[in-house]
């Protein structure tokens, strides 16, 4: 089992930025796919960005790109979030996810079915 803790969520005003983090206990998350997805109140759970477990291989969503960049320490058993140009529409509770990463089928990893471990989500609010 692999449990997930997300911090760093707050409020922010619009164009500021945040960084959040996912610490990882029970395994070493260093063969494991991690992700962010992030919900919004009334809106269904999106897809935020991913990360292969070596580093190497980076999705976004176009909503974020070039503003988030996510980021991993397998030392630490921690992946992060930065946030920069944060805006309203930004504002969500956002989840960290963790799968093994099998095969060379990287789409997958957009889709918050193939993660069998999440965390409880941190919120993060951006003020206008």
């Known amino acids: 089992q692999v449990h997930l803790v997300e911090s760093g969520g707050g409020l922010v005003q619009a164009g500021g930025s945040l960084r959040l983090s996912c610490a990882a206990s029970?395994?070493?998350?260093?063969?494991?796919?991690m992700g962010w997805f992030r919900q919004a109140p009334g809106k269904e759970r999106e897809f935020v960005a991913a990360?292969?477990?070596?580093?190497?291989?980076?999705t976004y969503a176009d909503s974020v790109k070039g503003r988030f960049t996510i980021s991993r320490d397998n030392a630490k058993n921690t992946v992060y979030l930065h946030m920069n140009s944060l805006k309203p529409e930004d504002t969500a509770v956002y989840y960290c996810?963790?799968?093994?990463?099998?095969?060379?089928?990287?789409?997958?990893?957009?889709?918050?079915?193939?993660?069998?471990?999440r965390g409880q989500g941190t919120q993060v609010t951006v003020s206008s």
């Open positions: 996810a963790a799968a093994q990463q099998y095969g060379s089928n990287w789409s997958a990893y957009s889709n918050w079915s193939a993660y069998p471990y």
């Open positions: 029970g395994r070493t998350i260093r063969n494991y796919a």
């Open positions: 990360i292969s477990w070596s580093g190497g291989t980076r």
